[in-house]
């Protein structure tokens, strides 16, 4: 990919992971955004024809703005829980999470409804609605000729529309992490050295600013965010510990397994 690709690909993962649109929105906005991308500032007809062709919107910009809820199983839930761990202490059945997804599938469907009405754009669920509300938010731009682009400065959903109040915090948080990331990911591989695992780590912030070439304030918000996950802990409160008060950092690994899907033992800077 040359430099011009590599460019649209950090703007493409900025607005959806860095600015949080992509939890903000439905699935399908990911769609949208990478034909956008693709298609070099295509006209809406131009994206439209480009959407036909995919299985998942056969109707353009006419197709849902919603995948389809999945038809769970008992088998499949047993199996998911058997890989991923269940999340409570009792076994689910297939009835009981396909309750729980159409339950969330109306909160979001009412919340899309609210988000439209904001920007007065028609009550649709369909990605030619979401299209428009992108537009409206100045997520997507339209030039005089009709060609979309993804907006490199697009702003933040809770600028652009009404969240409520848990979804705020929420978004702001995931912020906070994903500012942290990097810093906590070469933490996490401290405790990986040469393929081996260890638990605990004796050190202080100061030590592991040095060692890592942060800041070691940076690297407190990134001790943070790795707390709040539950699979590390840390004797002290990393809020008020000094810089250069020992503390042992603890990795529990079972946890961690159970609740990070994957992760890179490379270096932290490996493509």
Known sequence: MDEDGQIAMQVLSDTLFGKGWGRTLPASMVEILTQILFEQSPTRAELDARLRQSQHSPEGLDSSA???????TDEEIARLDEDFGQPDDEPRVASEVKTKEAGQRETNLATFERYLAAK??????????LLDLLIACDVVNIDDSGKHSINPLAPLPGEALPLDADEAVLQDSMR????????????????????????????DLDQLAKHLDQDPEDVRSALLALLGNGDFSAGVNIETVTVHESFILRIDWEAFHASRISICYGTPDAD
């Open 176 to 203: 906070w992490e994903r500012l942290h990331e990097a810093t906590a990911q070469e933490i996490i591989h401290l405790f990986h050295p040469e393929g081996a695992e260890i638990d605990h780590l004796l050190t």
């Open 66 to 72: 919603w995948e389809p809820l999945h038809d769970w």
């Open 120 to 129: 007065d754009i028609p009550i649709a669920h369909t990605i030619g609605a």
